[in-house]
């Protein structure tokens, strides 16, 4: 199985900046592709960013030119520089991974992170 715990979430003010960081662990073979999510009360969880295992990113239009994700392949982290934060971005947010894991044979599999309270005040 695979793990993956989220740390860097807490209150940062409007126009402030936060870094989270999400560290996979467990029988991965390789992490195809890693991801942020982010989730309010009473919404869907929607897709802030993702990036492949070759670098190729996708952000939402929401946090486009704000925000940055990255990842370091031999450390299994992906990143999430969050700048320029606005209340709108208040969310738990989550990391996924799409994960290829096992020991002798494999699977795929998605998995997700506990989540991190990310609040911003105006």
């Known amino acids: 199985q695979v793990q993956l715990v989220e740390s860097g979430g807490g209150l940062v003010q409007a126009g402030g900046s936060l870094r989270l960081s999400c560290d996979a662990s467990g029988s991965i073979v390789i992490i195809n592709v890693m991801g942020w999510y982010r989730q309010v009360p009473r919404k869907q969880r929607e897709l802030v960013a993702q990036i492949t295992s070759t670098g190729t990113t996708d952000y939402a239009d929401s946090v486009k030119g704000r925000f940055a994700i990255s990842r370091d392949n031999a450390k299994n982290t992906v990143y999430l520089q969050m700048n320029n934060l606005q209340p709108e971005d208040t969310a738990v947010y989550y990391c996924?991974?799409?994960?290829?894991?096992?020991?002798?044979?494999?699977?795929?599999?998605?998995?997700w992170g506990q989540g991190t309270q990310v609040t911003v005040s105006s």
């Open positions: 996924k991974a799409e994960v290829d894991y096992g020991l002798g044979y494999f699977s795929r599999g998605d998995f």
